[in-house]
């Protein structure tokens, strides 16, 4: 089972930008990984997923399309998540986790706190 290790959250102001990480404790090669944000109150949601291989193309729901870039690197057990423009509306735990039917145990996840 990998375990899954998020960081780099913490209180950004509206406009500014953020770098979370996702360690993971084995091999994520051949796994699509997404973030996940859980808002206060809400149920864990997805913006985005980056194929495995990654070619080129990742895929991002709507509302952060431009402002989110998720990437990958494999040799490093690790996955990432940049995120400008930041917005009240992106306040959530952001927790990451491989794409398939059967996710790995979730990790902690990283607290992301945009104040309005």
């Known amino acids: 089972q990998v375990k899954l290790v998020e960081s780099g959250g913490g209180l950004v102001q509206p406009g500014e930008s953020l770098r979370l990480s996702c360690a993971a404790s084995?091999?994520?090669?051949?796994?699509?990984m997404g973030w996940y944000p859980q808002a206060p109150g809400k149920q864990r949601e997805w913006v985005g997923t980056?194929?495995?291989?990654?070619?080129?193309?990742?895929f991002y729901e709507d509302p952060v399309k431009g402002r989110c870039t998720i990437s990958r690197d494999d040799a490093k057990h690790e996955v990432h998540l940049y995120m400008n423009n930041l917005k009240p509306e992106d306040t959530a735990v952001y927790y990451c986790?491989?794409?398939?039917?059967?996710?790995?145990?979730w990790g902690q996840g990283t607290q992301d706190t945009v104040p309005s």
């Open positions: 084995g091999s994520i090669r051949g796994y699509a």
């Open positions: 980056i194929p495995s291989p990654y070619v080129g193309t990742v």
């Open positions: 986790n491989k794409v398939t039917a059967r996710a790995w145990a």
